[in-house]
T-cell receptor, first 113, second 111 residues
């Protein structure tokens, strides 16, 4: 079955540590996205990529970094520069045509101890 | 600019109807609607494109008023399974969907 996988489901990190969240899709989608969701809030765009080896900052990119070396993979690194990283992180993908749905992964809940 | 959803929360009894609105200050190309259960990924409901079309399946439908830069989601004869938080996501250009999501509307359906 096609879909998006994110790992791990839960992640704990000590302050000052970098951590990488995995996102893989087998939908053959060109575009991939990372969103952050805080309790009771909507989704805010961190980074997105429309094609391999290219990505753009979203609305809240500070303290985060990404790479897009393969079409299927779009890992997100939460760096120590991110002031308040505890949140629910969602990865999504679509076919980049502008009129189809975004498919979401199950999410990673990151907690900074 | 984040679209504004209203109401922020609504509580209904099973079988009642609900309307959720999503308003933007910018001209829109598309509006996406998603439903999210607590701790889960958002699930796609429908997308409306510039042109003012209305869409629907089963007892959930939506409209898109281009002139008012507003979309409304209609849930009729609500079921318990409709409970969750509803988000609209908007885009202003055609192509790669850099969506901006509203803050969400929490819908609770009681028996």
């Amino acid at each position: 079955d096609g879909g998006i996988t994110q790992s791990p489901k839960y992640l704990f990190r000590k302050e000052g540590q970098n951590v990488t969240l995995s996102c893989e899709q087998n939908l053959n989608h060109d575009a991939m996205y990372w969103y952050r969701q805080d309790p009771g809030q909507g989704l805010r765009l961190i980074y997105y990529s429309q094609i391999v080896n290219d990505f753009q900052k979203g609305d809240i990119a500070e303290g985060y970094s990404v790479s897009r070396e393969k079409k299927e993979s779009f890992p997100l690194t939460v760096t120590s520069a991110q002031k308040n990283p505890t949140a629910f992180y969602l990865c999504a993908s679509d076919d980049s045509l502008g009129y189809n749905e975004q498919f979401f992964g199950p999410g990673t809940r990151l907690t900074v101890l | 600019q984040q679209p504004v959803q209203s109401p922020q929360a609504v509580i209904l009894r099973e079988g009642e109807d609900a309307v959720i609105n999503c308003s933007s200050s910018k001209a829109l190309y598309s509006v996406h609607w998603y439903r999210q259960k607590h701790g889960e990924a958002p699930v796609f409901l429908m997308i409306l494109l510039k042109g003012g079309e209305q869409k629907g399946h089963d007892k959930i439908s939506a409209s898109f008023n281009e002139k008012k830069q507003q979309s409304s989601l209609y849930l009729t004869a609500s079921q318990l399974s409709y409970s969750g938080t509803y988000f609209c996501g908007t885009s202003v250009i055609q192509g790669a969907q850099k969506l901006v999501f509203g803050q969400g509307t929490r819908l609770t359906i009681n028996p």
